[in-house]
Structures are given as C-alpha cells and as structure tokens.
C-alpha cells in the first residue's frame, strides 16, 4: 500500500513568502522608509551663555511689531534678553551707539543696560526676545518718553525654571514649508515655542494639538514629539530653548512612540494590516496542502 508522503516544498515556499512578508513589514515601519516629508529650514541660531544663572526664573518670549517709524521708549530690563530679527530691519540704539539688525540675526540686550529698539525703514519689522528674567526682577523700566508710536506685541509667553549649574539659551527660528515635518524626537531641556506664522501640529505620544499664530507651547525636555506644517502655505516658529551644559539638544526618537494619526504613523498601521491578511492567507493554504 502506498504511503503519501509530506509536502515539504509548498511549506518550505510558505515559510519563504512569510519570512519575506514580515520583513517588508519592518522596512516599511522604519523611521528612514517613513521621513519622506521634507524637513524644516533654520533661518536662525542665536546661543548665549548663563555661567552663573539665577536659581529661579522666568523663561519670557515676547514677539513684538515695530511700524515704519515706530519705536519703544528708553528702557532696561530686569534680566539678559536674545533678541531675533524675524522681518525687515531692527535698529538697537545703546548710548550714542546705532546699530541695524537685519532679517536672521541678532543681538543680546543686557540686563540693566538702557536701550532703544526702533524701526527707522518704510517697511515694517519684527523681532523675537527671549529674557531669562530671575524671580521678583521687573521685566522692563522705563527710562525715558518718545514720541513716535511703540511696538505692537503679537504675543507673549513664559516658563519658569528652578535650574542648577550653567546653561545655554538657544533661539532657534524654523521655517516649514507646507507638509514639511520634523522626524520624531526630542530635547535635552525645556523650550518654549512662540507660533509666528501659519499653523502647526504638535504630535505627541497619545496625543495631537495644533497651535496657530500668536499661539504658544512648551517642548518638555525628553519628551517624544513631531511638529508638522498642515496648511497650505509657509508657517513659521521660534522656540527658546534652556540647554544645561553637556546636554544634547536634540535626539532622533522612533515613529512608533508616538501615538496620534499622520503621516509617520498611518504607514505602519496599513502595512501592518496587510501583513495581516497575507499571513492569514498563508497559514490557510498551509493548513490546505496538510489535507
């Protein structure tokens, strides 16, 4: 009596075609297979450095419009401010010294110090400061009239941090352009971010906001998040971060820790369901060739 034997060739191929569709699985849910979405540009970086920072403070960022002709008052400020120039040109006036600031860069206003900020072109301009402004310290003193018109603040926001030891404070200005998006990761110390221009998503493991201008959000140091440019048109953030000595500023973080809907995380799910349903139709047809 004849005795069917096994058939070991449709297993092995089985075997092959389930090897091969768990490994497009985990190629496709690679953070490298899942950045195709172009990245922010710098437009600008400002450090400066606290090797003898106050216990506590205020993290304060003020994003402030100057109209052609429109300057702020003489004045100084209770604690070290870096200052941006994010549209047009911004001239700093200390003692008999003008200096003029174009788009991109920057300059310290010192604590103490009496200072001038105005805009003397037929354009308007815009500028960023960020104070570390110890506590019970006033922001600014006023220490002189004007009578042209005064900035206009766009918005205004703060963070207050008990740090040990030295640190830097980093201004960074990013630019995206529409669908641009930052990889997933995280920063070595708190920032704060001010909304300039346009809108963002703020995706964070188990959670999605989205913040406009004028709108403003803290960045906790560690903590896995991506930023993505959902509109139509180029949108614009500046983020002042603390950084203690020694930290990183920032680490690449895996797609999967975070756990709101979009483009680094939608790939993964639909790949992972037609793993799935290749796999089920796999193991029927084993299960068929055993009979």
């Not at 058939?7 to 297979?33: D, G, N």
């Not at 918005?155 to 207050?160: A, G, L, P, V, W």
């Amino acid at each position: 009596m004849a005795v069917d034997q096994p058939r070991s060739e449709p297993l092995t191929r089985h075997k092959v075609m389930l090897a091969l569709s768990l490994l497009a699985v985990l190629v496709l849910s690679s953070p490298s297979a899942l950045a195709q979405a172009p990245g922010p540009v710098v437009a600008s970086k400002h450090q400066q450095e606290f090797t003898q920072p106050p216990g506590e403070f205020d993290l304060v960022q003020i994003v402030q419009e100057l109209a052609p002709g429109a300057e702020t008052p003489p004045h100084s400020h209770g604690g070290n401010g870096q200052a941006t120039v994010l549209e047009g040109e911004v001239v700093l006036r200390v003692g008999d010294k003008e200096t003029t600031f174009s788009a991109g860069e920057g300059f310290v206003e010192t604590a103490g110090e009496k200072m001038q900020v105005a805009n003397t072109s037929s354009a308007r301009a815009r500028f960023v400061v960020a104070f570390v402004l110890p506590k019970g310290s006033e922001l600014t003193t006023p220490g002189g009239t004007s009578s042209k018109p005064g900035p206009t603040v766009l918005s205004k926001h703060q963070i207050s941090f008990d740090q040990v030891g030295p640190f830097d404070l980093i201004q960074l200005v990013q630019k995206f352009a529409p669908g641009a998006a930052t990889p997933p990761h995280s920063h070595g110390g708190n920032g704060q971010v001010n909304v300039v221009e346009g809108e963002f998503e703020l995706r964070t493991p188990g959670s999605t906001k989205r913040f406009s201008a004028g709108q403003g959000f803290t960045e906790t140091a560690d903590q896995a998040m991506q930023l993505v440019n959902m509109g139509t048109t180029e949108a614009t953030m500046v983020v002042a971060f603390v950084l203690a000595k020694g930290a990183e500023l920032t680490t690449a973080r895996g797609a999967v820790e975070l756990a709101a809907t979009g483009p680094l995380t939608t790939v993964p799910l639909t790949a992972t369901g037609l793993w799935l349903v290749v796999v089920g139709s796999l193991f029927r047809r084993v299960a068929l060739s055993r009979t």
